[in-house]
């Protein structure tokens, strides 16, 4: 039956996955956490598009010297967000998201000291820095309210609680 000519947005993202150094669970577990945030990050948000985004996981080591020669921050961080293109909330995707980056050794840390599965706080941090390459940011309190609220939904879309409960 015609639908009128109109054709359904659709939104496709290719994702390239890389464990480079640290303690992880295993790739097919990885590929899963990963394909789930940015699906319910992407279908949060209403992207429409064909894009790619790469998600490395490494360690602390790395991510500190990243973290040092991009933000001048000599110090581990959990995740880091590299944009390919600049990114105006609500525009169609651009052809490649970007980079994302997790350390294993602060992630796992975090994880255990908010008493949080390993897997819920993985997923909201690619959550988290999938939004950023999205244009969303956390500098001023409004922008941080609103960018907590789409981690919240896209979170409960994934049956994950509350990460700031």
């Known amino acids: 039956m015609p639908t009128g000519g109109r054709k359904a947005a659709t939104t496709e993202v290719a ?21 789930g945030a940015v699906d319910a990050t992407l279908a949060q948000c209403g992207a429409t598009g064909e894009s ?32 390919a293109f ?24 975090e994880a255990e000291a908010e008493g949080k599965p390993l897997a819920h706080h993985i997923s909201h941090l690619l959550v988290h820095g999938l939004l950023h390459l999205l244009g969303h940011d956390h500098e001023v309190d409004e922008e941080a309210e609103a960018m907590e609220a789409l981690e919240r939904a896209a979170l409960a879309r994934l049956a994950i609680p509350d990460p700031y409960a």
């Not at 994702?15 to 394909?35: F, M, Q, Y």
């Not at 609500?90 to 992630?107: H, K, Q, R």
């Open 52 to 83: 790619e985004v790469s998600i490395v996981f490494t360690d602390d080591a790395h991510i500190r010297a990243l973290n040092a020669g991009w933000r001048k921050k000599d110090k581990p961080t959990n995740v880091l967000s590299f944009p």
């Open 15 to 35: 994702i390239d996955l890389t464990v480079e150094a640290g303690e992880w669970p295993g790739e097919a577990e990885l590929d899963r956490l990963v394909r």
């Open 86 to 109: 600049p990114s105006r909330i609500g525009s169609p995707l651009p052809p490649m998201l970007g980079d994302i980056v997790l350390a294993s050794e602060t992630v796992a840390g």
